[in-house]
């Protein structure tokens, strides 16, 4: 696994972009002007899909990926439209705010290079950038339904390709650049991944995806539609052939199976707390190291992911004010930061990880507050709880990868249209 640093060195400041990349570049971004306001995120939900982050512009040393660009012009249209003046804002923009800001003063203040604020600045602008512009843009059920059925169609196709590619070793989106032309392999494995950064991203975009499109079902989707985005996701899964996405894959299971019980969720959380308290006190090596025991499709590495948790609680002074330079002294590999707890340390300091974590914890009490509002209206109730299901998936799939490459797209969807339905349900109940 490779974190984003390691990603971005593969790309950075080259122009490596093929000529059908840049003709859905222009298609998609004429596109995204042009749509209805529900639809204009498509557009980047197919570059994600079809086009790799590694083929991007170059403008005087700044790196425009081609997601980068629609952001862009996502945010021109914005403006232009007056689509910005439904915004509102709530405690979780400020807080994904707060988290950005952050992570760029930490990042540039430990470097102290204009080369470290240009990066930092860029990476700021994806993430801010899309959470802002899909928080103009989504505004109801209705929307997040109709982005989430283009997501089960465009499922299809990109299961079919991963599937290909798991069977002949050779990834046809090599020939547009940024991807290699041979399948990983590990441990007699291939290890399809498409368009997207890696294996296991390719599978972590499309298992946190599942929920969503179960939830489908109760949302007037047709049947085979929503049956069909299911088992591509599946097979995509399945075509990475990585631990992590299985993983995920168990989240969902486990979140959707306490459906039933979900008003005893709250005792249930803290009996886990007190049995993973437990164990960490009877165990021999410390609880985390039960990471290091998951191996669901051989070859994982699970005690990386451990030890990597155990140097960065030990090292607490080494990395807590602004992060630090390099994990690599850490120990063997500990230069792959595979973790998105433990990258969110290193790289932005202590205030970064619990403004992340703030994020998640703020993100999980509007699906609450949300659950409560649609109580008795059972295909809007199971369709908050699975973006609750949504949430966990993401977290539980933080513990061994750090997120690259294009998944930000759908992570930063999912954190805006929970902050956009709940800023419409904090109103709602202050007019009441």
Not at 150 to 159: D, T
Not at 296 to 307: A, C, F
Request: aromatic fraction near 16%.
């Amino acid at each position: 696994m490779r974190d984003e640093s390691l990603f971005v060195k593969d790309f950075h400041g080259q122009t490596t972009i093929h000529e059908l990349g840049l003709s859905l570049l222009i298609v998609l971004g004429v596109a995204m002007l042009f749509l209805k306001r529900r639809s204009a995120i498509i557009p980047i939900l197919i570059m994600a899909c079809f086009v790799a982050p590694g083929q991007r512009i170059v403008v005087f040393s700044l790196d425009f990926n081609l997601i980068r660009v629609l952001i862009l012009i996502g945010l021109v249209r914005v403006v232009f439209f007056g689509e910005a003046k439904f915004f509102s804002w709530c405690l979780l923009d400020k807080t994904v705010l707060a988290w950005g800001l952050s992570g760029l003063v930490a990042y540039v203040a430990l470097r102290g290079s204009t080369g470290a604020f240009i990066y930092k600045m860029g990476s700021l602008f994806d993430s801010m950038g899309a959470y802002f512009l899909f928080r103009c843009l989504v505004r109801d059920i209705d929307d997040l339904k109709h982005l989430l059925t283009a997501l089960v169609y465009l499922s299809i196709p990109v299961s079919i390709f991963l599937f290909f590619e798991k069977l002949t070793g050779r990834n046809v989106f090599s020939v547009f650049g940024g991807v290699p032309e041979y399948t990983a392999i590990r441990y007699e494995k291939l290890r399809a991944q498409g368009a997207f950064a890696h294996p296991i991203i390719a599978g972590c975009f499309w298992v946190t995806q599942l929920p969503l499109f179960i939830a489908l079902w109760w949302q007037g989707v047709k049947p085979w539609l929503v049956l069909s985005g299911c088992t591509a996701s599946l097979v995509i899964v399945i075509a990475c052939a990585s631990s992590t996405p299985i993983a995920g894959v168990g989240a969902v299971i486990v979140g959707f199976s306490f459906f039933t019980f979900r008003r005893h969720l709250p005792a249930f959380r803290w009996c886990v707390l007190s049995v993973l308290v437990l164990l960490h006190f009877v165990m021999e090596a410390p609880v985390w190291h039960l990471i290091s025991r998951i191996d669901l499709v051989g070859g994982s590495t699970g005690w990386h992911r451990s030890y990597l948790i155990e140097q960065t609680i030990y090292r607490f002074k080494e990395w807590w004010l602004f992060g630090t330079l390099s994990t690599g002294h850490w120990g063997w590999d500990m230069f792959d930061t595979a973790n998105m707890y433990v990258n969110e340390a290193v790289r932005g300091g202590f205030a970064t990880l619990v403004l992340f974590i703030a994020i998640l914890v703020l993100a999980f009490q509007g699906v609450g507050r949300l659950l409560v509002k649609y109580e008795g209206d059972n295909k809007n109730t199971i369709f908050m709880w699975a973006m609750g299901v949504a949430l966990f998936a993401h977290c539980t799939v933080f513990i061994a990868v750090s997120y690259f490459g294009q998944i930000f797209v759908v992570w930063y969807l999912l954190l805006a249209s929970i902050g956009s339905l709940t800023s419409t349900n904090d109103k709602h109940l202050k007019c009441q």
